[in-house]
């Protein structure tokens, strides 16, 4: 009924009518809370009576789009401190755990309550910005205030204590706001980037959530900000090595976000000036060229075969078409060349030749030759990979390789026999038949 009404005013108040419960209750708390000097919020009935107000905004939000920021404007300041009230509570209880040697302080109820409450303070916020139509009005009102509680306690907090949603909510930010966040970029880059990445380098198990929601967050950043990113060396040095971290991962949805990173990466590289290409290439072609070629010839990671193939004709592309203008090889005397595309050529045969032992070296000189010679021509240049990969005779079953081209097949059978089924009257269900069919009958 609120969604329905279309004069704004009539439906602020009936938002606020609908909300009138909720907000009662929250005020009560609120007041308990500055009456015991927090000490109310340690109660767990407290904090399952905040959840389920937070989760009631959420729902009204997800229902209501744009005209619930009304409602979010009435109670935004005091949300972000309980937020931050209940993060100092969580690292309060943390550090006296450490002190008296408790090892289990997270799995306890109190902190699942508080962290659930921040959690969902959190998913509200991602859903209003996402539901959200007026950009400069989250730029300019609900961003800058949020910044503080939630970034600080990000970076500062035990890893155990980290939220997932954290990264989730400023993936969400940048993919709204695009180039409007590309200020704040650096900011949250600091506050979230090395100490995730801290958390999930030491293996490829724990915290599965944030490691694909750091990744995430980096390809949005990528993708809307990128300026942002080459601001200092040093991060961009740590993206890279993140990212190649990130398509080695055994987890399929990781290493294609890795993969996919890197494409993006590579494409707005190539808008930039001459000198940036050179820079960049100079820094980090050959280590990116020779971890592509590792994951593309590992059979754990067949199933990115496409986004390997994309990328390795997109690093020959750069060398074939002179793209780079500076040597690549080392200047020291060590190496003799004369162009970008004979010291790869060496490099590579070098590296199959100690890599495969089962190819000849002509077989191995005629393979890189082509990969020269088609890596304009992505059908081309994938079907070779392909038939190289089959020589090696390490690569096992095939089926992957062909992914692409068997869903493809596997459509175009599906769509013909859709097409016979229409074709006899009475065989489908007539909701189940499209417009098309409809007017046609």
């Known amino acids: 009924m609120v969604s329905a009404q279309a004069d704004a005013p009539t439906r602020d108040a009936l938002l606020i009518k609908l909300m009138e419960w909720p907000n009662q209750m929250w005020c009560d708390l609120l007041a308990q809370a500055k009456a015991t000097n927090g000490e109310s919020l340690k109660d767990p009935n407290t904090m399952k009576q905040l959840q389920n107000i937070i989760r009631t905004n959420d729902r009204v939000a997800t229902a209501l789009g744009h005209p619930y920021v009304v409602q979010l404007g009435n109670i935004y300041m005091d949300l972000l401190n309980i937020y931050k ?14 002190q008296s040697g408790q090892v289990y302080i997270m799995q306890s109820s109190g902190m699942r309550a508080m962290r659930s409450v921040k959690k969902e303070t959190l998913k509200l916020l991602e859903t209003f910005i996402e539901k959200s139509e007026d950009n400069e009005l989250v730029l300019t009102k609900f961003v800058p205030p949020l910044l503080d509680p939630v970034l600080v306690d990000y970076f500062q907090g035990n890893p155990d204590a980290r939220d997932s949603e954290v990264l989730s909510l400023f993936t969400g930010l940048i993919s709204k706001l695009q180039g409007q966040m590309s200020a704040e970029v650096p900011r949250v880059f600091e506050a979230v980037f090395k100490c995730t990445l801290d958390m999930i380098t030491k293996n490829f198990e724990d915290y599965p959530d944030h490691r694909l929601g750091l990744f995430n967050l980096l390809r949005a950043m990528n993708q809307h900000c990128f300026a942002a990113l080459l601001q200092q060396q040093s991060n961009f040095t740590l993206i890279i090595e993140s990212i190649k971290w990130a398509f080695k991962h055994t987890e399929r949805n990781v290493a294609e976000t890795g993969l996919g990173t890197l494409l993006e990466l590579l494409t707005n590289v190539q808008k930039c000036d001459v000198g940036m290409i050179n820079a960049f290439y100079q820094s980090y072609y050959l280590g990116l060229l020779q971890d592509v070629f590792s994951v593309l010839t590992d059979s754990l990671h067949k199933p990115g075969f496409k986004l390997h193939a994309m990328l390795l004709a997109h690093l ?10 500076t040597p690549l090889w080392p200047q020291d005397g060590t190496v003799q060349a004369s162009t970008n595309g004979e010291y790869l050529r060496n490099l590579l045969l070098q590296m199959f030749t100690s890599s495969f032992p089962n190819l000849t070296q002509p077989q191995l000189t005629q393979v890189i030759q082509r990969m020269f010679e088609h890596c304009k021509d992505h059908a081309a240049f994938k079907q070779h990979l392909r038939d190289f990969l089959v020589q090696l005779k390490e690569f096992g079953d095939s089926t992957d390789l062909y992914a692409d081209e068997q869903k493809a097949q596997d459509d175009d059978k599906a769509k013909n026999l859709r097409a016979r089924q229409e074709a006899i009257p009475g065989l489908l269900n007539p909701h189940a038949r499209n417009d098309d069919c409809m007017m046609g009958d």
């Not at 100092?88 to 550090?95: D, G």
């Open 85 to 98: 009230a209940c993060s100092e509570m969580i690292n309060n209880a943390v550090a006296a755990a450490q």
């Open 316 to 325: 020959f592309n750069a060398v074939e078409s002179n793209t780079i203008t």
